[in-house]
């Protein structure tokens, strides 16, 4: 199974080690396209057209799209929204922090399965009963 990570990075790397051990826990289920969301080092050899045609291609690729979307990113929304249209299943997960939750774009859509969360072992639990049936 092909899995596309999909996490924020321009829109702030705060969450970027959560990514990391979300990463490394999805490895158990598939091959995880997108390892570099999980790293705090930017690859600057690379152009935006560059970056975008290529996650659009692995987007495509991808069997599951798992996006974390605590951390508001127009990528991570974009990336959504183009996996939607290729009729990917895709889950989001998220955390309320100071009672902000995500975006009613995302928890009001019907073609996500969203999930909040409020640790680290309750993300695991959600991946687990959710990619063992895919
Ligand atoms: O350098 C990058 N590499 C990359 O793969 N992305 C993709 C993957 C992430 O899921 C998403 C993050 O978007 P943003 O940078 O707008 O937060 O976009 C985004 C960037 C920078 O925008």
Redesign the pocket.
Same mark, same amino acid.
């Given at each position: 199974m092909k899995i596309y990570? %999909? +996490?924020?990075? &321009? +829109?702030?790397q705060q969450d970027t080690d959560l990514y990391a051990e979300l990463i490394q826990e999805l490895k158990q289920y598939g091959t995880v396209l997108?390892e570099?969301?999980g790293s705090k080092t930017?690859?600057t050899t690379?152009t935006?057209q560059e970056?975008h045609d &290529?996650?659009v291609m692995w987007v495509k690729e991808s069997d599951v799209v798992i996006?974390e979307v605590t951390?508001p %990113?127009? +990528?991570?929304g974009?990336?959504i929204g183009r996996a939607i249209d290729m009729k990917k299943p895709i889950i989001c997960l998220y955390r309320t922090i100071n009672g902000k939750s995500t975006s009613a774009m995302i928890r009001g859509c019907s073609e996500l399965q969203c999930f909040e969360y409020s640790n680290i072992s309750k993300a695991k639990e959600i991946l687990k009963t959710q990619l063992k049936t895919k």
């Open positions: 990570f %999909s +996490g924020s990075i &321009r +829109g702030g997108t570099h969301i930017i690859d690379m935006d970056i &290529r996650d996006a951390v %990113s127009l +990528g991570v974009y990336e």
